[in-house]
C-alpha cells in the first residue's frame, strides 16, 4: 500500500509590513486581478496563503500581497519553509505559477530565468528545477536571455568607459572579454555612423543649396526683363 501524500504545512498569520519582496519572477503584477483579490479579502473570503521563508522573504504571493494592502489588512495567511538561498526561491516561486491557475507570460518566463542566471543559478540547475517547460521552449528562451544579458553588460561596460575606466576595466567590471566589447561597441559605432548616409546626407544638402541659389538668380532675371 502506497504511503500517504505529506500534509501541506499550516498558516500563520505574517504581518505584512515584515515581509521582504524580493523575488520577481513575473514581469509585472496585474492591476484587475490585485482589485479582484482586494474584494475578496474585504468580503472575508478564504484566500491561498502566500509563501514565505523564514525570515520573511516572499517566496510566492505578490499579487496577494498587494491586494492585502489594498484591502487594508495588517497580516496575511502564510506558509512558512526554511531559509533558502534566492536562487532556490525563485525556483520554486517559476515552479508555482508554471503550474498554478495563472499561467505566466513568456515575458514571465524570461524575467524568472534571468534573475535565476543572476542570483548564480547554473543553467542545469535551472533546467533541473523549471521541468514543466519543454526543453526546446527552453533552450529558446534561454537563448533570449543570454542575448538580452548581455546588451545589458554592454551598456554598462559603455557607460563605464564614458566615466573613465579602460576597456580592460570595464570588461572585468561586467564580466565580458575586451574582445566581445570591442566587437559590440565597434558594430554601435558603425552602425551610428553610416559613412554612405553621411554622404547621402551631404549630397540632399548641396542640391537643397544649389536649388536656392537658382531660384535666387531665375528670380532677380525676371525682375530686369
Known sequence: ??????????????????????????????????FHLATLYEAGVEVE?????????????RHRIEAANLAGLEEIDAIVYPDMPLKERLAMAMTANLGGKRAPTKADILVGIEAMIKAGASERYIRDQITLLPKSVLDKYFGEVRGA???????????????GRTIEQAASEVGLTVETIQERLLRVHTATHNPI???????????RQAGQTNRMLFDAAMKSV
Do not use: C, F, W
Open 1 to 34: 500500500m502506497s504511503s500517504a501524500a505529506p500534509a501541506r504545512k499550516k498558516a500563520v498569520k505574517v504581518k505584512l509590513k515584515d515581509i521582504m519582496v524580493d523575488t520577481y519572477v513575473r514581469e509585472k503584477t496585474d492591476p484587475e486581478y490585485v
Open 49 to 61: 496563503p502566500i509563501d514565505v521563508t523564514r525570515s520573511l522573504h516572499l517566496i510566492e504571493g
Open 149 to 163: 544579458i548581455q546588451r545589458q553588460k554592454i551598456a554598462q561596460a559603455r557607460a563605464l568607459l564614458a566615466d
Open 197 to 207: 548616409e553621411h554622404v547621402d546626407r551631404s549630397m540632399v544638402r548641396r542640391n
